[in-house]
């Protein structure tokens, strides 16, 4: 089972209804088959502002997730009006190269989708599992 939590602070900038927009995007990433439950709110006690936390069941649900079409759209969308981000993490696999194989799974995301890279590119903050992005200006 795998936890994957995306935390993240929207820029200044950002309208209530863009914000809004934002939240219901990730909802909809949420609603994919792959994704056993999900939640999406306000992170608590934190640097962030917002969190999302999808539980899959394994790598293949792990995939489904990165390249289902709401997540896709919601990443090209919603990566201009992030001030930073960050995504981890938490699995119960004892398998000692799982971490190097969700990194494998971004890192394909990415190739994939050549348009998502450029807009990590060019975000303040972002950060994935295996530690690509861009660290905080």
Same mark, same amino acid.
């Given at each position: 089972?795998? %936890?994957?939590?995306?935390? %993240?602070? *929207?820029?200044?900038? *950002?309208? &209530? ?42 790598? &293949? ?6 390249? %289902?079409?709401?997540? *896709? ?11 930073? %981000? ?5 699995? &119960?696999? &004892? ?43």
């Amino acid at each position: 089972m795998i %936890f994957h939590i995306n935390l %993240f602070t *929207v820029k200044p900038s *950002v309208s &209530d209804e863009q914000r809004e927009t934002g939240l219901d995007l990730m909802r909809q990433s949420g609603a994919n088959p792959a994704v056993t439950s999900y939640v999406v709110g306000p992170e608590l006690g934190g640097e962030y502002e917002y969190g999302a936390a999808y539980v899959l069941e394994d790598l &293949d649900s792990y995939w489904a997730y990165l390249e %289902f079409p709401a997540h *896709v759209h919601l990443e090209l969308w919603g990566i201009p009006y992030l001030e930073k %981000f960050a995504a981890i993490d938490i699995c &119960d696999s &004892d398998d000692p190269e799982f971490s190097t194989k969700i990194a494998a799974l971004q890192a394909r995301h990415q190739q994939e989708h050549p348009e998502i890279a450029a807009e990590i590119a060019q975000a303040a903050s972002f950060t994935v599992p295996d530690g690509a992005g861009q660290p905080a200006r």
